[in-house]
């Protein structure tokens, strides 16, 4: 494994030159946002930032224009979890910043590293079942949620996205980021290139969490779920959804397994004193990214539909492909993968995919149309 360097990349110096061209660099930013947080709105809080890159990149690069990416993850894994992964060849940032590339992960407010609001920390905004698998570990009885509403919402990751991706544009003098998104991803990613498309330069969604009837804008005001306001993922849980989805040989490993499960962990050290140990992440309001917003996405746009995924089905993502209004689309079908696809036996097919179209904007050549891979 990498060894991860935790310090401003503004404090490297003319000795990185001298680094192995073949090690990478792991530099973490903390990037202030004023937030729009329904539980915190108003208060300035701080993203977490994994930079992926090699030395080489950032400091010999006359120009890092098409060459700075930022991961955006989904519903539930922080985005150095998922696109990180310290096992063999997983790393999809590491992949990207072996090919020249400046990669960036993020976690939303209430993820992983970035801050996460005050009743996240309170057992009892979780659902009773949840309370109750967490019995005797941190509750002697199902307590009242004391914040029964959405933590976050669409819009305001919308909002961290923005303060992260104008950090970058500055950081490295580019007036345009590439942006990767995973299932709840989508709706981030894409919902931001949609309305900052003098922001984005290529867009790239694997397993998006489409929603045609999402509408316009997200809703007015949060809405009140008496149920949970956040929720936890435990190692069983993991197992239970990702085994569902399994069913061609060798399809995943499971030390790769293991690695993702550790990250997890270690992401959330509060979570992990819950019971036997839980993720813990918010619980969104969506909305605002449907059939007409998609319309308007401008920027080149490759889809990936996983065959084996039950969670974001292939329909959907075709949906997806038929509704957005690229001129430039493509979408992937990858056959034997579940919605974890980035971390089973095809994921190279996927990361080779990605570098193609962020480095020509093609898949096997095409500009456009619906392609298969792995069959």
């Given at each position: 494994m990498q060894k991860?360097?935790?310090?401003?990349?503004?404090?490297?110096?003319?000795?990185?030159?001298?680094?192995?061209?073949?090690?990478?660099?792991?530099?973490d930013h903390y990037v202030k946002v004023k937030s729009t947080v329904p539980a915190i709105v108003g208060e300035a809080t701080q993203i977490y930032v994994r930079e992926v890159s090699h030395p080489g990149t950032v400091l010999r690069s006359a120009s890092l224009a098409g060459k700075v990416v930022l991961f955006v993850h989904g519903a539930g894994t922080p985005a150095e979890v998922a696109f990180d992964v310290p096992y063999q060849d997983y790393s999809w940032m590491a992949y990207l910043a072996n090919a020249g590339y400046d990669v960036f992960a993020m976690d939303m407010t209430g993820y992983g590293r970035s801050t996460r609001p005050a009743p996240m920390n309170d057992p009892c905004n979780l659902s009773e079942p949840q309370q109750m698998a967490l019995i005797p570990g941190t509750l002697a009885a199902p307590c009242k949620a004391t914040y029964p509403r959405n933590m976050t919402t669409l819009a305001s990751d919308w909002n961290d996205i923005e303060a992260v991706v104008d950090h970058l544009r500055a950081l490295r003098h580019v007036e345009k980021v590439s942006l990767v998104g995973w299932s709840l991803g989508g709706p981030r990613a894409g919902g931001y290139?949609?309305?900052?498309?003098?922001?984005?330069?290529?867009?790239?969604?694997?397993?998006?969490?489409?929603?045609?009837?999402?509408?316009?804008?997200?809703?007015?005001?949060?809405?009140?779920?008496?149920?949970?306001?956040?929720?936890?993922?435990?190692?069983?849980?993991?197992?239970?959804?990702?085994?569902?989805?399994?069913?061609?040989?060798?399809?995943?490993?499971?030390?790769?397994?293991?690695?993702?499960?550790?990250?997890?962990?270690?992401?959330?050290?509060?979570?992990?004193?819950?019971?036997?140990?839980?993720?813990?992440?918010p619980l969104v309001a969506q909305g605002g990214w449907g059939q007409e917003q998609a319309a308007k996405t401008t920027a080149p746009a490759l889809l990936i539909g996983a065959q084996l995924d039950v969670q974001v089905t292939p329909e959907r993502v075709r949906q997806l492909y038929t509704d957005i209004g690229s001129k430039e689309k493509i979408f992937l079908d990858l056959a034997c993968s579940s919605h974890n696809s980035l971390w089973e036996k095809n994921h190279l097919l996927l990361f080779q995919a990605s570098l193609e179209f962020l480095s020509k904007g093609t898949v096997q050549g095409k500009k456009d149309g619906m392609l298969k891979v792995g069959y």
């Open positions: 991860r360097i935790f310090i401003s990349l503004l404090t490297l110096s003319a000795a990185a030159f001298g680094a192995d061209a073949n090690s990478l660099l792991r530099v290139a949609t309305r900052n498309p003098g922001k984005v330069d290529k867009l790239i969604l694997l397993s998006p969490g489409y929603n045609r009837n999402g509408g316009i804008n997200p809703p007015a005001s949060v809405p009140t779920t008496p149920e949970t306001v956040f929720n936890t993922q435990s190692r069983a849980d993991l197992d239970a959804n990702w085994d569902r989805q399994v069913s061609c040989p060798g399809q995943v490993d499971m030390a790769a397994r293991e690695s993702v499960w550790a990250e997890m962990l270690a992401s959330d050290p509060v979570g992990a004193t819950w019971g036997t140990g839980v993720r813990r992440a």
